[in-house]
């Protein structure tokens, strides 16, 4: 009785299948929490587990800050920025964006994309990137 009343309130929320007794959740998963940052927020502020997957909220009327890197980017780099040189978001606009926690690397490559200008950079301990 408990399975077919929370599938019967799943099924109003999200959808519902049951073959063996048990509910099942179907449909879209749900939205996940963000976290708001500045446009100085750097990654390893929040977490330092390669891995992780991070939801992040930019602002509008954002400035450019440092970065390191060309699509995967050192620990030290401003995620909003990050972001705007990787195509994802505007200054101006700010926006979601979700950010996969990597391992470090020996060194990062500079570049220049989306009017941001990233630096070349050697070893970091934690980098990341943007999930697409």
Known sequence: MRTY???LLAVVVAGCTSTTG???????APAADAITLTWTSRVIQFSREAGRKL??????GGRAERITGTDVYGETSSVCTAAVHAGLIT?????????????????????SRNGITSLSYGRM?????FVR
Not at 125 to 129: H, L
């Open 5 to 7: 009343l929370f599938c």
């Open 55 to 60: 939801v992040f909220d930019c602002p509008r």
């Open 22 to 28: 048990t509910a099942v959740l179907s449909g879209p």
């Open 91 to 111: 200054l101006n606009n700010g926006g979601r964006i979700v950010v996969e926690v990597l391992p470090g690397r020996e060194s990062f490559s500079g570049s």
């Open 125 to 129: 301990t934690n980098s990341f990137a």
